[in-house]
């Protein structure tokens, strides 16, 4: 006797119809047209696209930052479609981390202290040593940012945005301001953080060689989504293709 279908696991975001509109009449820009997906627990996925493709907005949209003009968004059973501020600050707080292309760390703090302004705020978090040693920078933590190297403070960044242990991370060109010896670091550290933490991870990306390194790769382009890839094999980013 067959055993039973197993029902698909739910999403962790059900994006179908997004839209995005900024401005109106000869001035309007559709950043948005009509996106559909759906991202899973625990992927590592690769969002590439030109400059202008929609990229960041829609990043923007799953972590909260932006409400879209129409369409259905949601994070689990939350509506982030219709969520009130507050609602939209919790869950900022509580589910998502940021990695930016640009590092927001704070010039008077140490490195563990930068982290620690996380955690101080989160449920469940991991200890700022934790975090840090999960970036490989256990040697570095008392450091001040000046003190540290553009690719250390990329990934006290990762350590920051992964302290409080976050379902969701979204990371936006991490890599964008790096030379290829140290953006293979960065990587490799956000790889960890998926693999070891389960974080559903967002990268967004105009440099189709991360391709290689996702289970799922979605290639975007005039705010719509051309196709989408799995990788069954992921490559490491130290054997990436520079």
């Known amino acids: 006797m067959n055993a039973p279908a197993q029902s698909p696991a739910t999403p962790v975001f059900h994006v179908r119809g997004l839209t995005k509109v900024y401005g109106a009449g000869t001035a309007e820009v559709r950043a948005l047209a009509g996106v559909d997906l759906d991202l899973?627990?625990?992927?590592?996925?690769?969002?590439?696209?030109?400059?202008?493709?929609?990229?960041?907005?829609?990043?923007n949209q799953l972590g909260g930052l932006d409400i879209p003009t129409a369409g259905e968004l949601r994070y689990r059973d939350l509506d982030l479609a219709h969520a009130d501020e507050a609602r939209l600050t919790r869950y900022r707080r509580e589910s998502v981390g940021f990695v930016f292309q640009f590092y927001n760390l704070i010039p008077s703090l140490t490195a563990r202290e930068n982290v620690g302004l996380i955690t101080e705020l989160a449920h469940a978090p991991l200890t700022p040593e934790a975090a840090l040693g999960m970036v490989?920078?256990?040697?570095?933590?008392?450091h001040f940012?000046?003190?540290?190297?553009?690719?250390?403070?990329?990934?006290?960044?990762i350590a920051r945005a992964i302290a409080k242990r976050p379902e969701v991370l979204l990371c936006d060109e991490p890599t964008g301001a790096l030379d290829v010896k140290t953006g293979i670091t960065v990587l490799e550290a956000i790889r960890r953080a998926n693999r070891e933490l389960g974080t559903l991870t967002v990268i967004i990306t105009h440099n189709a060689v991360m391709a290689a390194m996702a289970d799922r790769v979605i290639r975007f382009s005039d705010g719509r989504v051309q196709s989408e890839l799995r990788n069954a094999n992921p490559a490491a980013p130290d054997t990436l293709n520079w």
Request: aromatic share 0%; no cysteine; net charge neutral.
């Open 40 to 59: 899973n627990a625990g992927e590592l996925v690769v969002l590439l696209g030109p400059s202008g493709s929609g990229k960041t907005t829609l990043l």
């Open 136 to 142: 490989g920078l256990t040697a570095r933590m008392d």
């Open 145 to 157: 940012p000046a003190q540290l190297s553009g690719g250390e403070q990329q990934r006290v960044a």
